[in-house]
């Protein structure tokens, strides 16, 4: 049933429906819907129909159809997925995720995009993981067991995450963030 009252704009829309969250977002009937939400945020792991999809295709789409930019959300960390995806973060382990549409939304784009650049500075100076604390710190715990995992020594690993860091600096083609908004 169309809502003829509909707001023009949703400022946050979090979708938990422990497993289905993508059969909500991306089977197209949420389309009009996402399409003038300015923050969304959804899980992903490995319940309900998560394991038919890949976070990868999830993100690419709410990109190419929206142009929703996003990040796992842990505490007082952002890891952009959209434009620096890596394979392991397509592990279903359970995590949150954060979109933002910067064309509604740039000084929230902005800041999130800042606090991800933060984050990705830190990590590549400073660290690779030695320390994970599991649950909050996913992309990174994913990196560290994801590439020694595969045989890499630690200074190859460290070596191809300095790599990927230096790739995923910068927003992804196309993405305006107005910068009179930031602040």
């Known amino acids: 049933e169309v809502v003829r009252d509909a707001p023009p704009v949703i400022d946050f829309l979090s979708v938990d429906v422990e497993g289905f ?14 399409k003038r939400v300015k923050y969304l945020e959804f899980e992903y792991h490995s319940f309900g129909n998560w394991p038919k999809y890949t976070l990868e295709n999830a993100t690419n789409v709410l990109f190419e159809k929206f142009g ?3 990040y796992y959300a842990g505490i007082d960390e952002l890891w952009r997925l959209t434009n620096c995806f890596q394979p ?12 933002v549409n910067p064309t ?5 784009a902005s800041r999130m995009e800042d606090m ?6 830190t990590n590549t100076e400073n660290e690779f993981c030695e320390s994970c604390i599991w649950q909050w710190r996913i992309p990174c715990f994913q990196r560290r067991n994801y590439l020694l995992g595969q045989g890499m020594s630690l200074d190859d690993a ?26």
């Open 116 to 121: 991800f650049q933060r984050q990705l500075q």
């Open 158 to 183: 460290k070596r191809l995450v300095a790599e990927q860091s230096e790739r995923c600096r910068g927003l992804p083609n196309g993405t305006n963030i107005d910068s009179a908004s930031n602040g």
């Open 104 to 108: 509604l939304d740039p000084l929230l």
């Open 68 to 70: 929703m930019i996003c």
């Open 21 to 34: 969250d993508w059969d909500v977002l991306g089977l197209g009937g949420a389309d009009s819907t996402l």
């Open 88 to 99: 392991y973060f397509n592990r279903h382990q359970w995590s949150n995720v954060a979109c």
